[in-house]
């Protein structure tokens, strides 16, 4: 291990974050389809079950991005402050 990862030069959330939301938009993918199967099995109620599970495929990979592109503005902050810092200090 190089000495930016103890000294946490470079941040190590940013991939991880992007790889959690791809997880999670699939997760939300596959729970809307389950919720679609069991509406159309379903002799009560299916039809918002349907609806329900229509709106978690749209619904959830966008709100699971926004929350994702949320928590990168955060890290970009970082790096901006921290370059701000090395070209001052280089003043």
């Known amino acids: 291990m190089n000495s930016s990862f103890f000294n946490f030069d470079k941040m190590l959330t940013p991939s991880i ?3 959690v939301f791809i997880i999670v938009s699939v997760l939300t993918i596959l729970l809307g389809f389950g919720f679609i199967v069991s509406g159309i ?3 009560y109620g ?3 079950l349907v609806f329900l599970g229509l709106a978690l495929i749209v619904v959830g990979p966008l709100f699971t991005r926004i929350y994702c592109e949320t ?3 955060v ?13 001052k200090n280089q003043e």
């Not at 970009?76 to 370059?83: F, G, P």
């Open 75 to 87: 890290f970009k902050m970082h790096e901006a402050l921290h370059k701000m810092a090395e070209i």
């Open 17 to 19: 974050i992007k790889i």
């Open 46 to 48: 299916g039809g918002s």
């Open 41 to 43: 099995n379903s002799m």
């Open 71 to 73: 928590l990168i503005v």
